[in-house]
């Protein structure tokens, strides 16, 4: 099934279950009044939920049109957003920029920042800034929505955890990013809202292409309506989710509603932009400047400025976006 949290005035918005095409929706109410109230009772919620969904794709409910718009994040306070390093080849390319540690360490446990989930962005709502002088950048992500995991799960129930899979926007100010590290508490002011795609779904909606832990989908990035990458997330992640899920969990229990992210979607290539139409290309700013530098010597792309465009999906094998888009532009916060 598919879901989605629809304006309705309140901070944790409306609970709404959303057609396989996307194209219609029906409220959850009767079942959650919110995303995280059906986290919360989910071995009761998501059989109901299962059975609003089947009869919305059959016809036999009726239902409004659905408008990507109109959705705030799919938990837009949640309790927890915690970020992970699946892709080892991400660190590879912005190591120099990042500062980051050992490659030892990081090949032989995931590195994980916890994020503000305070305050997650829809997928249509401005990425806001105070000054676009700060090297606005975004990351292109798959998440997941947790139910409770224990402290020190076995793999298997790290995996077994995995109730929702949504796509992301880690967006990062890299000129605050050294910054923040070299202070030793780790990202703050780099790291603005993040931003969720509009629909999430179970993993069942994605049949083989989720396995092994892994979404087996390509996503489709571009910048200006300009093609900037189209990364399969399946290949090069060296932790999968339950990795990412069991060492989040290492030293706390997590709660239903726990959102885990994959870390900028890369696959390894030595091609620089422009991308090609058949390209990988790349899911931040960052790596195609590092490989322009050691290619060019010096970085082309500039960072995302006041009124740019961002465009994130994961597409199925037709093509099709399977939870919707991330569609925003860059905005200066004026008071």
């Known amino acids: ?30 079942v959650a009044p919110n995303l995280q109230a059906a ?22 409910i009726a239902s409004r049109p659905f408008d990507p718009g109109e959705a705030l994040a799919p938990l837009p306070r949640a309790y ?17 920029l990042a500062g980051s ?47 409770p995991v224990p402290m020190l799960p ?25 910054d923040d590290l ?33 979404l087996h989908l390509k996503l489709r990035i571009t910048v200006n309506d300009a093609l900037f990458g189209q990364p ?19 030293t706390r229990r997590l709660i239903a509603g726990t959102i885990i992210g994959s870390g900028t979607v890369t696959n390894r290539h030595e091609e620089a932009p422009p991308i090609k139409r058949d390209g990988i290309g790349f899911s931040c700013i960052a790596e195609a400047r590092a490989v322009e530098k050691l290619k060019y010597g010096k970085a082309r792309t500039p960072f995302l400025r006041d009124g740019d465009r961002v465009s994130i999906a994961v597409l199925d094998a037709a093509g099709a976006p399977v939870v919707g888009a991330i569609d925003q532009r860059v905005a200066i916060y004026r008071r």
């Open 1 to 30: 099934m598919k879901l989605a949290t629809l304006r309705n005035g309140r901070p944790d918005g409306q609970l709404a279950v959303v057609s396989r095409d996307l194209k219609r929706f029906v409220s959850g109410g009767k």
């Open 39 to 60: 986290l919360d009772t989910w071995e009761t919620s998501a059989p109901a939920l299962a059975e609003i969904s089947q009869a919305l794709n059959a016809g036999g």
């Open 80 to 96: 927890s957003w915690i970020d992970g390093s699946g892709y080892l080849s991400h660190l590879e390319r912005v190591r120099t």
């Open 101 to 147: 540690k050992d490659a030892e360490l990081q090949s032989a446990r995931p590195l994980l920042y916890q994020g503000g989930s305070d305050s997650l962005s829809g997928a249509n709502e401005p990425i806001l800034v105070s000054d676009d002088g700060l090297a606005v950048d975004f990351e292109a992500e798959i998440a997941v929505i947790t139910g």
């Open 154 to 178: 076995t793999r298997s129930e790290a995996a077994a955890s995995v109730r929702l899979i949504t796509v992301c926007n880690d967006v990062s100010l890299r000129r605050l990013v050294a």
């Open 182 to 214: 070299q202070n030793g508490f780790g990202f703050f002011h780099s790291k603005p809202s993040t931003s969720f795609g509009p629909v999430v779904a179970t993993p069942d909606e994605f049949g083989s292409a989720w396995r092994d832990n892994k």
């Open 232 to 250: 399969d997330a399946g290949i090069d992640m060296h932790f999968d989710f339950a990795d990412l899920i069991a060492a989040a969990a290492g």
